[in-house]
């Protein structure tokens, strides 16, 4: 859902999806309008709108 939202979204480049735990009880989805240097994490998944 957080990479679908990206797509629909024109001013978002990259995401990143959050997994419930480290932020809250709740996943979270973060667009972003820049994609930030990748930085392996077990929490999240992330990508670049292609």
Do not use: E, W
Not at 13 to 36: D, E, F, M, N, W
């Amino acid at each position: 859902m957080c990479q679908q939202a990206c797509i629909n979204d024109t001013g978002c480049i990259a995401y990143t999806y959050v997994r419930p735990g480290p932020q809250g009880p709740s996943a979270v989805c973060y667009l972003k309008s820049v994609a930030p240097p990748s930085n392996p994490n077990d929490c999240c998944v992330s990508g670049v709108k292609l």
